[in-house]
């Protein structure tokens, strides 16, 4: 049994959202259970409306809420029973397999930092979404996390980024690729020009050298490796870019009467676009190089987004992604 601890009053949708993502995974998954950390009578009130396997879902009451415009590590430290650090420190106490929020990014991170620490040897911890992209997923390392990096932040990343998709996507030999403004060896600013002989030398990953940013999604890289300014500049651009994309579509579409009818034949096809791009499906970022499994999801995450985070973080654990980082990352390099 796969043992969830979410935050039940984390994000935009919250608790509602949280609840109804819940019920779905236990209903597509008989090897999960779940507790809710949050303020016990409302999530009791939620629930009782609710058909639900209720021997695999509880609740931990957690009555305060840490909200976005909140200092991240002052909140950590002040809000000890939000539900947000109730459900790490349940994760840290090992009495939960993966932790789920949807609510502030930064108090994730900090909370994750403190409570849960980093596995042995890694210096930073890395925001890991799924990317959507023509030949399948790929992962971008880091999206924001990490706004200043060195060199070797980025050779864990890669490594972290490997063994992921390695063991949860099912890739033997990722490839790996460093987000540059060129694909020549020697691009770049003095970060990825160190970067890049560390990424090259590592036998541990199977780097084919710098992808530009046109080239994130055509599908011919596994694991993009980036700090987490650049990570997070691409990653909103790439979903305003689809989203402004999807809404010229719509208004080409609904401008003529011919196109409307042309477009009841392609329904099928803008169908199964529309849910190749959508984020929902992916679930969340994983949070790599903590001890345990966290997933970061979207704050707008509705419960289909829940329930695919749940999935992801099953996926996680039972592919062994904690162990494996730690055997590629040794105790001993860890100085900071």
Request: some cysteine.
């Given at each position: 049994?796969?043992?969830?601890?979410?935050?039940?009053?984390?994000?935009?949708?919250?608790?509602?959202?949280?609840?109804?993502?819940?019920?779905?995974?236990?209903?597509?998954?008989?090897?999960?259970?779940?507790?809710?950390?949050?303020?016990?009578?409302?999530?009791?009130?939620?629930?009782?409306?609710?058909?639900?396997?209720?021997?695999?879902?509880c609740i931990v009451h957690a009555p305060d809420i840490i909200s976005c415009d909140e200092s991240p590590t002052l909140a950590i430290k002040r809000k000890k029973n939000s539900s947000l650090v109730t459900g790490l420190r349940i994760l840290a106490d090992k009495e939960a397999d993966c932790f789920i929020s949807a609510g502030s990014t930064g108090a994730v991170l900090a909370g994750a930092t403190f409570i849960v620490k980093r596995i042995p040897g890694v210096k930073r911890p890395a925001l890991a979404?799924?990317?959507?992209?023509?030949?399948?997923?790929?992962?971008?390392?880091d999206c924001g996390a990490n706004v200043d990096c060195k060199s070797e932040y980025l050779e864990q990343f890669a490594l972290m980024g490997t063994s992921y998709m390695n063991c949860v996507v099912g890739?033997?030999?990722?490839?790996?690729?460093?987000?540059?403004?060129?694909?020549?060896?020697?691009?770049?600013?003095?970060?990825?020009?160190?970067?890049?002989?560390?990424?090259?030398?590592?036998?541990?990953?199977?780097?084919?050298?710098n992808c530009e940013a046109r080239d994130i999604m055509s599908g011919d890289y596994d694991v993009l490796v980036c700090d987490g300014f650049v990570g997070n500049v691409a990653l909103k651009?790439?979903?305003?870019?689809?989203a402004a994309l999807m809404k010229l579509l719509k208004n080409e579409i609904s401008s003529k009467k011919r196109s409307k009818f042309g477009a009841l034949?392609?329904?099928?096809?803008?169908?199964?676009?529309?849910?190749?791009?959508?984020?929902?499906?992916?679930?969340?970022?994983?949070?790599?190089?903590?001890n345990g499994c966290i997933i970061k999801a979207h704050?707008?995450?509705?419960?289909?987004a829940i329930a695919?985070?749940?999935?992801?973080?099953?996926?996680?654990?039972?592919?062994?992604?904690?162990?494996?980082?730690?055997?590629?990352?040794?105790?001993?390099?860890?100085?900071?």
């Open positions: 049994m796969v043992r969830f601890v979410i935050d039940a009053f984390g994000g935009d949708n919250a608790p509602a959202a949280i609840i109804d993502g819940c019920i779905e995974a236990i209903e597509s998954h008989d090897d999960i259970s779940i507790t809710l950390c949050g303020n016990e009578d409302i999530l009791r009130h939620d629930l009782a409306r609710r058909i639900y396997d209720r021997s695999r879902l979404p799924i990317l959507p992209t023509i030949k399948g997923p790929a992962m971008l390392i890739l033997s030999t990722p490839r790996v690729a460093l987000i540059n403004n060129g694909t020549e060896e020697g691009k770049g600013n003095e970060l990825a020009k160190q970067t890049f002989p560390l990424l090259k030398a590592n036998e541990h990953i199977n780097f084919i050298g651009s790439m979903e305003g870019a689809v034949f392609c329904r099928n096809a803008f169908r199964e676009l529309k849910k190749r791009m959508d984020y929902t499906e992916y679930g969340g970022a994983p949070l790599l190089g903590v704050g707008s995450s509705d419960a289909h695919s985070a749940i999935g992801q973080g099953r996926k996680l654990f039972l592919g062994g992604i904690t162990e494996k980082i730690a055997s590629k990352i040794p105790a001993a390099e860890d100085s900071e």
